[in-house]
């Protein structure tokens, strides 16, 4: 599971990045 960091979530780019890697790893 890969959790963003607080720093991470501050920028859209990041977040929609590990928002994607957390989809892609649960599925």
Known sequence: V???R???L???D???E???R???TCD
Request: no cysteine; hydrophobic share 50%; charged share 30%.
């Open 18 to 20: 590990a928002f994607w």
């Open 10 to 12: 501050e920028r859209p």
């Open 2 to 4: 890969h959790r963003a």
């Open 6 to 8: 607080p720093v991470d």
């Open 22 to 24: 957390v989809f892609w």
């Open 14 to 16: 990041s977040k929609l």
